[in-house]
C-alpha cells in the first residue's frame, strides 16, 4: 500500500481555538487481496506535536469500514486543558496493517490559537 491511497482530512479549516475540538480522520482504500481483510486488521496511530517536537497527545485507532470503498480511522481530540498549548503544530498518523511495509506516515501542519 502507497501513501497515495491514503487521504488526511482535517476540519475545513486548520485553525483551531483551544476550546475546539480537533476532528481528523484518515482514510485507506485496500486493493486486490487486502480488501478482503477486515477494517480492524488496519490501525492508525495519531500524534498531535508541537512545533518543538514534542507529543502533547496521541493515541491508536482501528480502522472502520466506510461508505464500501474504503476503511476510515476517526480521532476527535478537544484541544482544551494543559496539555496543548497555543502555537504550531503537526498532526501525524501512522498507518499499519497487512500490506503496509515498514511505516506508512502522513502529517498535516495546524495552527491553535489562545481564546
Same mark, same amino acid.
Request: glycine content about 12%; hydrophobic content about 50%.
Given at each position: 500500500m502507497r501513501a497515495e491511497n491514503c487521504r488526511?482530512?482535517?476540519d475545513a479549516t486548520e485553525r483551531f481555538r483551544t476550546t475546539d475540538t480537533l476532528r481528523a480522520?484518515?482514510?485507506i482504500y485496500p486493493a486486490g487481496r487486502? +480488501?478482503?481483510r477486515p477494517p480492524e486488521d488496519w490501525t /492508525?496511530?495519531?500524534a498531535l506535536r508541537s512545533a518543538g517536537g514534542t507529543v502533547e497527545k496521541q493515541g491508536d485507532f482501528r480502522f472502520t469500514l466506510d461508505s464500501g470503498? =474504503?476503511?476510515?480511522a476517526l480521532v476527535q481530540w478537544p484541544l482544551?486543558? =494543559?496539555s496543548i498549548g497555543p502555537g504550531e503544530h503537526s498532526? +501525524?498518523?501512522v498507518i499499519r496493517g497487512p500490506g503496509i511495509h515498514g511505516d506508512l506516515k502522513l502529517t498535516r501542519r495546524? /495552527?491553535?490559537? /489562545?481564546r
Open positions: 488526511v482530512h482535517l480522520f484518515v482514510r487486502l +480488501e478482503k /492508525a496511530q495519531y470503498s =474504503g476503511y476510515l482544551s486543558g =494543559g498532526l +501525524e498518523v495546524l /495552527a491553535v490559537d /489562545a
